[in-house]
């Protein structure tokens, strides 16, 4: 008895330091192989490293609407990814039907363009996506947990459909719009203005969305919907509507990545959100999912892994790799630290 009292807390302290000495191990690993890369080839490891950014950072859109809906329903919405895809086609169609957009655009239209899109597809994605929380969402909000994910997946499939039977299978081009110009060059190390556009696009939307969330009214209903649905109810909270709102701002994001996403890479159909959301909400599980900051983190993150896997040409895996790498990651962090990089640990049964 007394022996096995002894050897419990000893194995429950091997195993941490075991797990926190290979961890360690492991990013000393990466650490040195990104060094040599840099020592090897400066000017392709910047290269990279601004490419990583800039899919970071549409990933970051995609990933804030999975946790702000996890946040406050503790729902993996998986139907968030194809919002985005149908915010990329809504933003196609308007660049190429309706604003008539050719790759030589004069600046003025560009911008006029870019803005007419980005409000449509905010629009069209934020009431789409709200409207799926009344109508597939609200009715099980008292069921178990399984049903409204095993919705949340039908959706995901009813609106790939959509997409076929409106775009077709194929892919939906958009021309190179963005001008591709050097920003700066040093030393052989150019940034270009297609990258710096995504950020400019994609870093005042995640401010507003910080600043909604923190010091507005409304994202204090969020907040307090988040903590507690009965007690936000009793202050006078009105929750159905401030869920739809969540759901809403959620989708506008989803917009926003698709315009993004449609710009940047210049292609996108209807499999495009299932991949994307998939990386999405790795990012967001990997920062600590229903934390903003670290939806932001992971996803950059994750932008990070998947750019120096693809473009360092030092002994990386290659393109082949990049989502089995992507998705190890996903099920070490939630084998280790479940609450991810930025979120709090919770007491069992709190």
Known sequence: MAADAVS????????????????SLFVLGIGLWLLINLIKTPGDFFEVTSIGITNGCVYALVALGYTLVYGILELINFAHGDVFMLGGLFSATMLLSVFNLHAHASTLSLVDAILGSLLVAMAACGLLNAGIERVAYRPLRGAPRLAPLI?????????EDVAIGWKGPNYTAVPNLLPTGHVFSVSGITYTWEKLIVIAITVPVLLILVWLVKQTRQGKAMRATAQDRDAAAMMGIDVNRTIS?????????????????????????????????????????????????????????????????????????????TESIVFSILILILVFRPEGLLGERTPEGA
């Not at 920062?287 to 990070?304: K, Q, S, T």
Request: glycine residues 18%; hydrophobic residues 50%; aromatic residues 14%.
């Open 151 to 159: 919705t949340a997946i039908g959706m995901s499939f009813i609106l």
């Open 245 to 321: 709102f969540t759901f809403l701002i959620a989708g506008a994001l989803a917009g926003t990545g698709g315009l993004v996403y449609a710009l940047y890479f210049g292609q996108i159909r209807y499999d495009t959100g299932y991949q994307l959301g998939l990386i999405a909400f790795t990012s967001a599980v990997l920062g600590g999912i229903g934390n903003l900051p670290g939806a932001v983190l992971g996803a950059v993150f994750i932008g990070f892994i998947q750019a120096f896997n693809e473009g360092l040409v030092w002994h990386a895996p290659g393109s082949d790799w």
């Open 8 to 23: 419990t807390p000893l194995s429950r302290l091997r195993t941490p330091s075991l797990v926190g000495a290979l961890g």
